[in-house]
């Protein structure tokens, strides 16, 4: 019999791939809105804490157990921004156009081009849970001035993996999966959680 879990999050594609995975270990995963539940608030500087105020606001509204992540693009040339407000680096309202036009044009005087994706999951049991479970994953990559691609979403299309010599956004949805930073951190999530 499976358990009823609540993503913190109402994206399609995080809910398709969390499903898949978290079947595996008797979790059927809906997302927030079918329970009404708005967006939390993301005011932390960590993806750790964002990521467990959502999973906790989340498990609040609902009584059930939640997921939550948190992730984004982090450029070491920029000191690990856009970092937490990948989303919103360009500001209101959320733009992917926006945001890629912005980071292209913040490294454009640096050499280094290198970042990664890092993605955080936090599961609670409930919302006061004092021992959420915890995962993490980093996918490592250069940022590039011209997009390549048509998958994907965000920074993908700018996102270069120079040992494929492919973007995110040039990978199919299953071969990013294998590899993606959300995808490292949910299966760690999964064996914690077995």
């Not at 019999?1 to 109402?10: E, I």
């Not at 606001?57 to 992730?71: E, F, K, M, Q, V």
């Not at 920029?78 to 919103?88: E, N, T, Y």
């Not at 920074?155 to 590899?179: I, R, W």
Request: net charge negative; proline share 6%; aromatic share 8%.
């Amino acid at each position: 019999m499976s358990r009823t879990l609540v993503l913190a999050s109402n994206n399609a594609g995080k809910l398709k791939e969390f499903s898949q995975l978290l079947a595996q270990i008797d979790f059927e995963v809906r997302p927030q809105g079918e329970f009404g539940v708005p967006e939390a608030e993301e005011p932390y500087l960590t993806f750790v804490e964002n990521a467990l105020a959502k999973a906790r606001h989340a498990a609040r509204l609902t009584g059930l157990p939640a997921l939550a992540d948190d992730s984004g693009v982090c450029v070491n040339a920029l000191g690990g921004v856009p970092g937490v407000l990948s989303a919103r680096y360009a500001g209101e309202p959320k733009s992917d156009a926006a945001n890629n036009r912005k980071l292209v044009a913040d490294l454009a005087s640096h050499a280094d081009k290198s970042a990664y994706y890092y993605c955080v999951l936090v599961f609670v049991r409930h919302a006061d849970d004092p021992q959420p479970v915890i995962a993490d994953g980093r996918w490592n990559g250069l940022i590039i001035n011209a997009p390549r691609g048509a998958g994907g979403f965000g920074y993908d299309p700018y996102f270069l993996l120079p040992e494929q010599n492919k973007t995110a956004a040039e990978f199919s949805a299953e071969e990013k999966n294998a590899v993606s930073h959300r995808g490292q951190a949910l299966r760690a999530l999964v064996e914690k959680l077995r």
